[in-house]
């Protein structure tokens, strides 16, 4: 089993990464830059569950992360379109 403060280390650095991209959606030049840190944002959530998951030791987490995967993978297609459908104008 890895340690505690293995754990402890994993959440600070996830953290500090969505932090940043936190940084990029807000401050970010484009929409198309938003949206990418929109997606990385999701997947370090996504990240962070599943070792959330590993570290309390109950599995039902690991299924709540697939479920949100499959919605921000439908969302960030969706937010795809109508961004290439607004640039085409």
């Not at 500090?16 to 030049?29: A, D, K, M, S």
Request: aromatic residues 12%; proline residues 2%; without cysteine.
């Amino acid at each position: 089993m890895i340690e505690s403060y293995v754990y402890d280390i994993i959440y600070i650095v996830l953290g500090f990464i969505f932090l940043l991209t936190l940084y990029r959606l807000v401050v970010g030049p484009s929409i198309p830059d938003r949206a990418m840190s929109l997606d990385a944002g999701t997947n370090l959530l996504i990240a962070g569950m599943v070792i959330w998951a590993l570290d309390s030791g109950r599995g039902i987490y690991i299924d709540v992360a697939i479920v949100y995967a499959i919605l921000a993978f439908v969302g960030v297609v969706a937010l795809a379109r109508y961004i290439e459908g607004r640039v085409k104008e």
